[in-house]
Nanobody, 127 residues
Framework: QVQLVESGGGLVQTGGSLRLSCAASGRTFNRLTMGWFRQAPGKEQQFVAAISKTGTWTYYADSVKGRFTVSRDNAKSTAYLQVNSLKPEDTAVYYC????????????????????WGQGTQVTVSS
């Protein structure tokens, strides 16, 4: 079993930045592929970014490319999502997720590939 706990959300103005963290426990972290998803009120869940077990590969949704950066520190069992140049449309609950699959690029954008999910952290961007 894997436990994921997100933190780092908050209220920021347009153009601001945040660093979201996802602390994992319960399984060797370097055996987990990590993903970030978000869900805005009244909207479907949306893929944001994913990172391979060693951090060698990453994959992003087009809507966040160039603004968001996913990373991980396997020594700290923590994944990160640096979110820059925030826009009001980035307002959502951000979730981290994990699976034990091998990296498969764009396929890591499917929520159904992930077995473990955190409780989410709210990001609100004011205009």
């Amino acid at each position: 079993q894997v436990q994921l706990v997100e933190s780092g959300g908050g209220l920021v103005q347009t153009g601001g930045s945040l660093r979201l963290s996802c602390a994992a426990s319960g399984r060797t972290f370097n055996r987990l592929t990590m993903g970030w998803f978000r869900q805005a009120p009244g909207k479907e869940q949306q893929f944001v970014a994913a990172i391979s077990k060693t951090g060698t590969w990453t994959y992003y949704a087009d809507s966040v490319k160039g603004r968001f950066t996913v990373s991980r520190d396997n020594a700290k069992s923590t994944a990160y999502l640096q979110v820059n140049s925030l826009k009001p449309e980035d307002t959502a609950v951000y979730y981290c997720a994990a699976n034990t699959e091998s990296w498969s690029g764009p396929n890591m954008s499917w929520a159904t590939r992930y077995n473990y999910w955190g409780q989410g952290t709210q990001v609100t961007v004011s205009s």
